[in-house]
C-alpha cells in the first residue's frame, strides 16, 4: 500500500504541471487562431494539429527540466542519508562505549563499597571478639579462683586450644595466632618459672590432643625446645637464651594457638619486652590506656617480599575488682595477622582486578621473618601497602601505592581501623595507627567490561543505512520508470483530449483543472472520474487487500490420559484435580523446554502445537521430542502420585497423536 500511494503521488504531480503547461498553450493558441474559429468553436483541422504537436514539445521539455530536478534531489537525498548514517553510527558508538563506562564504574563502586563494607565488618568482629574472650577468661580465672585458689599470674587457661580456636574462628582472617602472656612482677619470676615448667607439659597436651592431625610432634619434643624459665635472646651474647634479670615487670609467653615448633626452640618463656621494640611498645601501651592496642608492621619474609601484618593485644583485668577503674590488669592477650588475609573470601569468582591499597601515617617498623632473633628499626616512610583482590583470593602486590594513577578519580576511600585512641595519652614517640583503606579499579577490571558492541552497533548501523539506501534507489528507479510510463501516457492522453474533444470544452477541461490545483481541490486526479481515469477506463474505487499472517508449517501434539474415566469415576473430586494439575504442570515445563505453544486443555486431553506463533523450520521433531517426553514424565508422576492417590494411578497411561 506505501508504495502504490507513492506511485500515484508522483503520477499526480507529473499531471498537475502536465495540465498547466498544456492549459497555457492552449490559451496562447486559441488567442492566434480566433479569426478563424467557426461560430460554433471548434478549431479546423489543420490549426488543431500544429497546436498539438506544440504541446508535446512542451510536455518533452517539461519532462527533461523535471528529470533534472529528480536527478538533483537524488544528490541531495543521498549526502543526507551519508551525513546521517555517518551521525547516527558515530552515536550509536559513543553511546555504547559510554553505557560501558558507566556499567565499569557502577560496578567498581558497588565491588569497593563490598570491600569496604565486609573488611570493616571483620575487623569489628575481630575487636568484639577479642574483647569478648579477655573478659571470659577474667571471668573464668576469678571463678577458678574462689574455688581453687588460684591467681594471676599463676593461672593455667582450661582447655586453652579450644577457646582459642573459637575466638580465631571469629576473627574472620584465616590462620591467626593467639597467644597468652600473663604479667609476671620481679619478686615472682622464680615462682613463675616453677609454674611454667610443671603447667606447659599440661597444656602442650590438652592442644596437641585438640588439635588432632594439624599436629606431628609429641610433648617431649615440645619440652626439649622449651627454655623453662623467663628469658630473652641477647644480641651481644650470640642471640642465645639469656635469663631476664632487671627490675620491673616482665611478660612472658604462656599459652599460644596453634601449637607450632619453634626455630629453634618455642616461644614459650620469652619476654615480649625484652623481644622486640615494636611488641614492647603495644604492650606498654596497652598497659597504660587501658585499651585494646594495633601494631602496623611490615614483616619480611625473604630478601625480597614482605606482607604487611599487625599485633592486636587486649588487656585481662583481674576479675575480682568490681569498679572498672579499679580493675587491676593481670595479663594481655593478643592476636597476630597478615592482612592479605583479611582480604580473602571478601568477593565472588569473576569479580577479579580491584587494587586495595591500606595506609597508615605511623613509621614503617621493619624486621625479620620470625619474632626470636630481630631488631626492629623505625623508618620514615609510611605504612603503604598494595593488594589485588581477585574474586575469593588477593594477592600481595608490594609495600607502595601501585594503583593504576589514571583511576585517581574513581577511588573509594574508608576508615579501616580507628581505635579513637588520645594520641596525648600516648607514651612520647608512640603511634597507634588509623588504617585507612583506597580501593582503586585496574585496567585488568575495566577490560572485562569492554566488549565488541560498540563497533557491532557501528557496522549494524551502517547496514541498515547500506540496505536503506539500497531500498531507496530501488524505489527510485521505478519511480522513475513508472514517471517516464505517465510522462509518455499524459502525452498520448493530451493528443487523444485534442483530437475528440473541441477546442473549447478541451480549454475548460484545462483551466477547471488548473483552477483545482491552485484551489488544493484535487478530486479529479484523487479518484478515477477524472481524466487519466476517464481515458484508462478505471472504476472509481479500489478496495484494499486484507492484511493476514499464514502459517502453512505447524505440527499439532493432542495426548490423552488411557484409563482416566475409570480411574476418576473412583475418586474423590479433589484427588482427579491433583492428578490434572500435576500431569499438566508437567506438561508445561516440557512446553516450555522445547518450544511448544499450548493451545489448550479439554479434560483430560492436553492439546499443544509447535512452530507457532515463531515459525520452526523442524516443527515436526519437536512435536515428537515433546511427545516423548511427555510420555516418560508422565510414568514419573503416576508413580510418585501412586502413595497420595491410589496404587493404580501408576496404571494410568498417555496416548499421543500428532497431525502435521
Known sequence: MSYHSSFKENDERSVRSQFTLQSSSQHSSTREEST???????????????????????????????????LRARIL????????????????????????????????????????????????????????????????????????????????????????KRLAELTGVADPTVALVPIVHED?????????????????????????STTDFTVDELLQRTIPYIHFYDPENGYEPTPVRGPGEVFPYFQAYPLRLGNPVMITNIDILSSSKQTKE????????????????????????????????????????????????????????????????????????????????????????GTIRQNFKESNKRNIISYQVDGPNAVFLGEADLHDPAYDDLVVSETFVDLDIDQSQLPEGSCIPVLTLHVYPSPEFEDSFKTDNATRCTIAVIAIFAFTSLVFLLYDYSVGKRQRTVMDRIVKQDRIVSDVFPTAIRDRLYENQAKNMLTGDDDMLDNDDGLIGFADGRS?????????????????????????????????????????????????????????????????????????????????????????????????????????????????????????
Open 36 to 70: 478563424s474559429s467557426s461560430s460554433d468553436g471548434y478549431l479546423d483541422n489543420s490549426t488543431s494539429a500544429a497546436a498539438i504537436q506544440n504541446k508535446i514539445g512542451f510536455s518533452r521539455f517539461f519532462g527533461k527540466r523535471e528529470e533534472a530536478n529528480v
Open 188 to 212: 615472682e619470676r622464680d615462682q613463675w618459672n616453677s609454674f611454667a615448667k610443671e603447667q606447659n607439659p599440661i597444656w602442650y597436651q590438652e592442644s596437641i590432643d585438640h588439635e588432632g
Open 77 to 164: 537525498v543521498a549526502l543526507i542519508l551519508l551525513l546521517a548514517a555517518t551521525a547516527v553510527a558515530t552515536a550509536a558508538n559513543l553511546l555504547v562505549k559510554q553505557q560501558e563506562q558507566s556499567e565499569f564504574e557502577n560496578q567498581f563502586a558497588a565491588y569497593a563499597k563490598e570491600i569496604v563494607t565486609i573488611s570493616q565488618s571483620k575487623a569489628n568482629q575481630l575487636f568484639d571478639a577479642l574483647d569478648s574472650f579477655a573478659t571470659s577468661i577474667g571471668a573464668q580465672a576469678a571463678a577458678d579462683h574462689a574455688t581453687h585458689n588460684t591467681s594471676w599470674p599463676f593461672y593455667r587457661i582450661p582447655s586453652w586450644s579450644v577457646q582459642a
Open 282 to 369: 603495644l604492650f606498654l601501651i596497652t598497659e597504660k590506656i587501658r585499651g585494646p592496642t594495633i601494631g602496623f608492621s611490615q614483616i619480611r619474609i625473604d630478601a625480597e617480599t614482605s606482607i604487611l601484618g599487625s599485633q592486636i593485644v587486649q588487656p585481662i583485668y583481674d576479675g575480682a575488682d568490681t569498679e572498672a577503674e579499679a580493675r587491676k590488669i593481670v595479663a594481655i592477650t593478643g592476636i597476630g595477622l597478615h592482612w592479605l588475609d583479611y582480604f580473602k573470601d571478601v568477593l565472588t569468582d569473576g569479580q577479579d582486578g580491584l587494587i586495595v591499597v591500606l595506609e597508615s601515617e605511623c613509621p614503617r617498623l621493619l624486621g625479620g621473618r
Open 540 to 660: 472509481k474505487s479500489m478496495a484494499s487487500a486484507p492484511l493476514a499472517d499464514l502459517f502453512p508449517s505447524v505440527t499439532v501434539v493432542f495426548a490423552d490420559l488411557v484409563g482416566f474415566t475409570a480411574w476418576s469415576s473412583a475418586r474423590e473430586p479433589h484427588q482427579v484435580f491433583i492428578l490434572l494439575e500435576t500431569i499438566y504442570g508437567a506438561f508445561d515445563k516440557l512446553a516450555y523446554r522445547h518450544g511448544i505453544f499450548k493451545v489448550e486443555t479439554v479434560g483430560d486431553c492436553y492439546v499443544a502445537a509447535a512452530g507457532l506463533p515463531e515459525p520452526t523450520a523442524d516443527h515436526a521433531a519437536v512435536a515428537c521430542r515433546f511427545a516423548r517426553d511427555c510420555m516418560k514424565k508422565m510414568k514419573g508422576v503416576t508413580l510418585k502420585l501412586e502413595v497420595s492417590l491410589g496404587p493404580d494411578t501408576s496404571e494410568l497411561g498417555l496416548r499421543t497423536g500428532i497431525h502435521r
